[in-house]
């Protein structure tokens, strides 16, 4: 079965990255795509400035006792801000007979609306990011 990817970059933008994620997960319930779409969300951390890391050092250090109030500390540095890079992965799986399905997926979701803004990118089997793509989507969680 081959795949298509679909990449959706939203930059810093948290708000569309969230729409789009409810608007394909409506998708795959109204019309059973449990395996024919999958979706993985990246965040590329943005490096922190020389202030922002001190205060994420004190707090690590700070967090070494043992409860509640350390795993709290630990989570708000952890926790993903608003100056990450979010990306999109989308997966398309059909198979050979469901090719006119595939095409109109391949079609309609890069015309939605949270999608558009998102320099979406269509990355087919035999193009050359192909397995890079696959390989980025296989290692994502």
Not at 4 to 22: G, P, V
Not at 31 to 58: N, Q
Not at 72 to 101: C, M, N, Q, W
Request: charged share 35%.
């Amino acid at each position: 079965m081959a795949h298509i990817y679909l990449t959706f970059d939203f930059a810093k933008d948290e708000e569309r990255a969230q729409q789009a994620r409810h608007k394909l997960e409506g998708w795959k319930q109204a019309f059973r795509l449990d395996k024919k779409l999958l979706y993985k969300v990246e965040r590329i951390a943005a490096p922190p400035s020389d202030g922002a890391a001190k205060a994420a050092k004190a707090e690590k250090s700070k967090g070494k006792g043992k409860g509640k109030a350390a795993a709290a500390a630990t989570a708000e540095v952890e926790a993903p801000t608003s100056s990450d890079e979010i990306k999109l992965l989308v997966r398309l799986a059909f198979s050979g007979h469901e090719k006119l399905s595939e095409q109109r997926w391949v079609q309609r979701i890069p015309s939605e609306e949270p999608f558009q803004a998102a320099s979406p990118a269509i990355v087919k089997p035999g193009d050359a990011s192909f397995e890079s793509t696959e390989k980025q989507f296989e290692e994502l969680v």
